[in-house]
Each structure stands twice: as C-alpha cells, then as structure tokens.
C-alpha cells in the first residue's frame, strides 16, 4: 500500500497564477483532509471531505477550492495564487470513526508551495 | 470554537533527559485526544486517548489524560537525538471525528 500519496513535492508559482494539488490515498478511507502549515501555526484545516461527492469549509478556506469526484482522490485548487499561500501543505486521510474506533489521521508527505 | 494549547512552544534538553509536554483544551463535547509527532516531513500517529486517567505507553513514550482538569501530557523518558521532532497534539469532539490541532512543541535533543 501506498498508504497518502500528494503530487506535486513542491512547486513555484507567481502570484495570479493557478494550480491544483493532487492527494491519493488507497486505504479505503471515507474522510479526507488538507491543510497547510505555516511556521509556529500548526497544522490548520482548509477544506475536508467526509464522502465522495461533499465537501465542507475548515478553518482557513479562503482562496481554495477542493473537489472529490472519486473516493480515492482529493484536490486542492488555487484560482489566484497570493504570496500569503505560501506555505506547506498536507493532506490526510482518515476512517469514519465510531465508538472504539480509531479516528487517526494518515498523512500525505506534503507539497511545498511558493508563490512569487 | 474548540481550542488547543500546547507548551511549551520549543524545548531544547540533552540526551538521556526526561520530557513532559502538555497540551490543555477547550473543546464542547470532548470525544478523543490524539498525538502526533512531526519529524522533517509528515505527521506520524502516537496515541489516542478517550478515557481520564488511562496511560497509554509506547517505548519511552507515555500518555495520560485528565478529562476533569482538561489537559493532557506526553513524557518521553530517557531522550535521544531520534526523539527530536515536533509534537502535535490535536482534539475531536462531537460527533464529527474532525480534529483541531494545537501549535505544536518543537523538541531538540542535544548528543
């Protein structure tokens, strides 16, 4: 098993510019999620997923669209890209969870970003 | 709004030390308190923990919740170089499963 695959590693965009980050999982999961990190910011939750088809707001959402069409996949899109976006990025993937049931998060290796 | 604190923000020690490192929340409905550590790349899955009291230990690691005072620790006894990382710790609550994460510790273990 690949286990939470992201393309691309990293990437240099110049501000304005668009671009679609690509996560994978191949565990099955129902829940999946991206965020960004930024220096001394943790981990911040943009847009999360609970089933294929739905997706819903997280914490910093702003300039980011997400879409998942198919259960396995997870993008994050960046219409305009603004030094600000500058950042790390991760996605997760995680079991639905239930009573005794482990809700622990599968991390992709993450994409770094700089915008110009 | 749930809320995650965690301290201290860095810690810097010496191999062969002993660590404790808190992590306090203010969530409605607590459900699970996770952690995590964070070396050069992704976060890696520690503990979950659900009940007040009970320690979870792995290795050097261990972890204990106190549901009542709201906080949790991670002691991580007899430190190595390996141990250096970032620690997240993050809380679920209600019935959504999804995590809010603290700021995280950033620890250094000095040879």
Redesign the interface.
């Known amino acids: 098993n690949a286990g ?1 695959t992201q393309t691309p590693k990293f990437r240099v965009l110049k501000t304005g510019q668009s671009m679609t980050l690509l996560c994978a999982q191949d565990m099955n999961h129902e ?1 999946m ?1 991206w ?1 960004r990190q930024d220096p ?6 943009i847009h ?1 997923s609970v089933g294929e088809g739905t997706t819903a707001k ?1 914490e910093v959402p702003d300039g980011y669209n997400v879409s998942r069409l198919k259960k396995q996949n997870f993008l994050l899109g960046l219409e305009s890209a603004a030094p600000s976006q500058t950042s790390v990025y ?1 996605c997760a993937s ?1 079991r ?2 239930g009573p005794g049931s ?9 994409t770094r970003l700089l915008v110009l | 709004e749930d809320k995650v604190v ?1 301290s201290p ?1 860095s810690l810097v020690v010496h191999e062969g030390d002993t660590v404790t490192l808190n992590c306090s929340y203010e969530v409605t409905n607590f ?2 308190l ?1 952690w ?1 550590k964070q070396e050069k ?5 520690l503990f ?1 923990l659900t009940s007040s009291g009970i320690e979870k230990k792995s290795g050097r690691l261990s972890s204990i919740l106190d549901k009542k005072e709201l906080f949790s620790i991670l002691n991580i006894t007899a430190t190595q170089t390996g141990d250096s990382a970032v620690y ?1 710790c ?1 809380v ?1 609550s209600g019935g959504s ?8 510790t950033s620890l250094i273990v000095h040879p």
């Open positions: 939470v829940y999620y965020y001394g910011m943790g981990l911040r939750l999360y997280g991760f995680s639905r969870g482990p809700e622990t998060q599968y991390f992709g290796p993450g | 965690q923000l459900r699970s996770l995590y790349k992704a976060p890696t899955f979950m997240l993050a679920t499963y999804i995590p809010t994460f603290g700021r995280g």
